[in-house]
């Protein structure tokens, strides 16, 4: 019987983040990469329930928004991939194809525009049938040519996407903004991950897009790690399918879409990453599979007045998430290291001396403290966990600070994104005359530009940092996943 | 603007049920099956949301018997897949295939035992890990040979498979009786679909199990479709995959696996066909996207007070899914014949009447009757509610009375199959040596055995009904999808 503590996290957060990403997924139960095929996962129930947790915060989030669920088919037939030439240009290489069948060549959906776009010209007749906003849950497919790693890169991602239709292009763009917002208000106000909203520049917009928002989030060891992104895509994939409606005047036009695609179990590596710490996983409260676990201590003697008393507390914690651990095989002890590895919020600790003095010890994750409350202030742990969250994000917001530095020569720019934050620099194009400048960041500081920030119309003052042209746009320049 | 009535089902439910079905699932928009490749369907809103509602109440049901989540990869690598010999022989001539990547060879999963069995055999050492209950949502994927139907026959489920693993036969025997009570708590009492567990002839178990007991509904035309089936794996894959443990006494000795999968996407095709009359379909309460609609009638004079009243109701009834339609394009009559097309089954009607008299109409889908109401007393609706789902199931239970037929000779079993029912009939045996008469019946009769009835070890009197030879078992014959 394992009485010793569990093995916990054997390296250090600060000191090596690469390893202690790879441990804590492994040793909280999050993936398994073993006995499956290249690039696929297999999420185990710990981490299934965390996504799941995830999945239900973002789809209220979308109803909420006037959103619908669809499910679209996991295939997706050649001609109709190939349809929009930039989307296959850029997608073709990532495609997994199906062995033909009856010559019939089919794709893994690695994105659905492509399924969506045929079936709004199906549905949409007049102005009337929009907004249509529909969405759905599902993996997707990418032939990663790069190297695969758990989680952040991967071949099945298990994402959401949401595909929008709209009578104007002023619509379309507010939609677009919308997104950003349900980005902020999901993954930042209820999974506490701060990011940058990113207008990308044309190189790196999604292929087919008029352009892409993206969210980027900066992890601990100094690198960005994309996030949501949503997409204007204007007018393109309705003029290669041919989608028109009929507008007030009984004019037809050419609908006007949009895409957002929040990616779970990505967005679980920028949770994970976010808020755990030395001892293991911390997790939002809104998120954890237990919110808090019930840790019963006793022998022989008091074992049946603790586990009732145990009992009595549980009963009146019925509206969270609870979890009585009373396995007599392993030790409070170990216990309590296999719940702090797991990021369980809250741990109530009962032991004689709470039973006697009507009261539980309160262990909370984030602080790493215990206070002994009265059983007659039980529903303070309402107010606790909302602060708990609130603390959380505080925690994530305030890792940003001073994460943004602006710079002038390229000697500061080597500095800033080599001490793991983001330069904001001049620069001269985020479009194509700007590429040239972006692919020697590529090249000679193994860092990426990745775009202007959304909706805040910064004016450069001086000169492109790379090229000494004119700068037309301040972007901002950091390592990346 | 469309003010005339929406075009309804045109044909009879009794008269032409397959016309019907395509009628009622174009029309009440729950799937489309253009714009997408052969046997593939998109699920349009109003059937996403029955079928997000159909998972979280299996899920629901799942976690109460102690399931957790998981996300299986997709795809098999082939050397899993072909591990088992008779689940390769079964399933192969149905597994879509990825083009070879790198020569790795992948199948997309068509059932997922060779998912599950490679990870128990990772995470299980000991009889202490176990019971092991695990379950994913998602896709499953199946060449079918035969044409395909929407719905009914694809080549993309939506499902919900369980895996568990145990120690001893006897507990996962267990376990295939508490999947079939999992059939009856959901599929039964809540969906309202009356099912017959059938304990499968050896020829037609699932392709690795040692038995199978499926579900089989039978449809208005007198088809069985089969819905949720559960297996007893038996040490037949943990054989295959060397997953073994080590039990009490430290003896080692080889995994019992059961499968349980229900198909939300053909489990609709009984909530429809079952439930449904000529006016479109009828949805149980617990399923319907929208439980109430409220339908202001209203004039330019009356407008404000109408749909103030209306919303004063409509705040009331916050615990339920409800619709406002005041769209003004359509006439009442149109938004009446559209909601009872999709299925609501309380709509609320308020007109001046209404109003003056602080009262409001209530339809019911099921009766097709209205009463009014006094707002006082609103809170009826919520008994009414339960009585709509619990009239719903024993018109359903009805709908069986008389269905299973005995008979003694070919010609009765002939006729009894032919006007809908199921033939109750000796059977020289469900082993192997039966397989030829099933042949027999398959052929002359046109016409399926679906097996002995689970749990209930009925005798047989009398010779097989075929060839005449001793009978060993009781078992039921009808005519099936």
Same mark, same amino acid.
Do not use: P
């Given at each position: 019987m394992p009485k010793k503590n569990k093995e916990g996290i054997t390296v250090k957060k600060d000191e090596n983040f690469s390893e202690w990403f790879s441990q804590i997924i492994e040793k909280a139960e999050i993936?398994?990469?073993? @006995? $499956?095929?290249?690039g696929f996962m297999v999420i185990r129930p710990w981490g299934a329930e965390i996504i799941e947790n995830m999945y239900k915060l973002y789809e209220k989030e979308l109803h909420k928004k006037g959103h619908k669920p669809t499910f679209m088919p996991s295939v997706i037939p050649e001609e109709n991939l190939k349809k929009e030439s930039s989307h296959v240009k850029g997608f073709t290489p990532e495609v997994f194809w199906l062995k033909e069948i009856n010559k019939e060549k089919l794709a893994l959906r690695p994105t659905s525009e492509t399924l969506y776009t045929p079936m709004f010209k199906l549905w949409? #007749?007049? !102005?009337?049938? &929009?907004p249509m906003k529909l969405y759905q849950r599902g993996s997707v497919f990418r032939l990663d040519t790069k190297s695969t790693r758990p989680?952040? #890169? $991967? #071949? *099945?991602i298990l994402w959401i996407e949401a595909h929008d239709a709209f009578a104007t292009k002023k619509e379309a763009e507010a939609q677009v903004q919308e997104d950003i917002q349900i980005t902020e208000n999901v &993954? !930042?106000?209820?999974? @506490?991950i701060p990011f940058l909203p990113m207008k990308r520049p044309t190189w790196d917009k999604f292929a087919g897009a008029e352009y892409t928002i993206g969210s980027d989030v900066l992890m601990p060891d100094g690198k960005l790690i994309q996030q949501p992104s949503t997409h204007l895509m204007g007018q393109k994939f309705s003029k290669a399918f041919n989608a028109k409606f009929k507008d007030e005047k009984g004019k037809e036009d050419y609908l006007w879409t949009t895409a957002y695609g929040p990616a779970m179990s990505r967005i679980l590596v920028s949770v994970i990453s976010m808020h755990g710490d030395d001892n293991g996983l911390i997790l939002p409260f809104m998120l954890a599979p237990y919110q808090i676990v019930l840790v019963p201590i006793f022998n022989a003697q008091n074992k049946s007045k603790v586990i009732k008393y145990t009992h009595e507390i549980s009963n009146k914690l019925k509206c969270y998430r609870t979890y009585i651990d009373n396995r007599e095989e392993y030790s409070p002890g170990w216990k309590f290291n296999e719940w702090e590895l797991k990021g369980i919020p809250f741990r109530i600790e009962i032991g004689e001396k709470e039973v006697k003095e009507k009261k539980f010890t309160l262990f909370s994750r984030l602080t790493n403290k215990k206070d002994l409350i009265s059983?007659?202030? +039980?529903?303070k742990i309402d107010k606790l966990s909302k602060e708990f969250d609130k603390n959380l994000i505080k925690k994530a917001d305030k890792f940003m600070d001073g994460k943004i530095e602006d710079c002038k020569s390229q000697e500061d720019l080597k500095k800033i994104i080599n001490n793991g934050k983001i330069a904001r620099v001049n620069f001269c194009s985020t479009d194509s005359n700007g590429e040239k400048c972006a692919t020697y960041v590529e090249k000679e +500081?193994?860092? *990426?530009?990745? @775009?202007t920030y959304a909706n805040k119309n910064e004016s450069p003052k001086g000169k492109c940092i790379i090229c000494s042209k004119k700068s037309t746009d301040i972007v901002y320049i950091g390592k990346s996943y």
């Open positions: 993936v398994d990469i073993r @006995g $499956t095929a290249k949409i #007749r007049s !102005h009337r049938d &929009m989680l952040i #890169r $991967t #071949r *099945e &993954m !930042h106000q209820q999974f @506490g059983i007659k202030n +039980l529903s +500081l193994i860092a *990426e530009v990745r @775009g």
